[in-house]
C-alpha cells in the first residue's frame, strides 16, 4: 500500500491506472459475448448505472449534516451476509438465494454510494484533499 503523504501521488494515480487497465483488459471477452449476445445491453446498463450513481450521488451531497454516515455498519453487516449467502449458494444451488443476492446486493452497493460519497465529502470539509 501507499498512504497519502503528498509526494507520492503519481505513483498513486500509476497504480489506479494500471489496475483499471488489467480491469479493462479481463472484461473485454466479456463484452464480445455480451455483444454477441444482443449490443443493446452494454448501452443500457451503463445509462442505468450512470443514472443510479448520480442520483444517489446527488442525493448524499444534498442531504444535512452527512446524515447517512451511520449506515457504515449496516452496510458492512449486509455485505458479510450477502458473502455468507453466496458461499452457501455454492452448495445449495438455490434460485431464491440468487434473487435475494442479485437485489440485495443492488440495494446494499446503491447504499455504499451514498455511504462513500458523504464519507469523501466529510473527509474534505476537515482537510484531507486525498482524491486516489
Known amino acids: 500500500m ?3 503523504d503528498g509526494k507520492n501521488q503519481s505513483k498513486r ?25 444482443d449490443p443493446s445491453i452494454i448501452p ?23 446524515s447517512y454516515l ?8 449486509g455485505l458479510s451476509i450477502l458473502c ?12 431464491f438465494i440468487f434473487q435475494v443476492q442479485l437485489y440485495g446486493g443492488l440495494l446494499l452497493f446503491c447504499g455504499f454510494v451514498l455511504y462513500d460519497t458523504q464519507l469523501i465529502v466529510s473527509r474534505c470539509t476537515k482537510g484531507d484533499r486525498d482524491f486516489v
Open 44 to 66: 443500457t446498463a451503463f445509462f442505468a448505472t450512470t443514472l443510479v450513481f448520480v442520483c444517489f450521488t446527488l442525493s448524499a451531497l444534498w442531504a444535512e449534516q452527512r
Open 2 to 4: 501507499t498512504p497519502y
Open 84 to 95: 455468507f449467502l453466496s458461499i452457501v449458494n455454492l452448495f445449495v444451488r438455490a434460485q
Open 13 to 37: 494515480m500509476g497504480f489506479l491506472l494500471g489496475f483499471a487497465f488489467c480491469t479493462g483488459l479481463g472484461l473485454g471477452p466479456l463484452m464480445d459475448v455480451v455483444v454477441q449476445v
Open 70 to 77: 451511520y449506515l457504515g455498519g449496516t452496510l458492512l453487516s
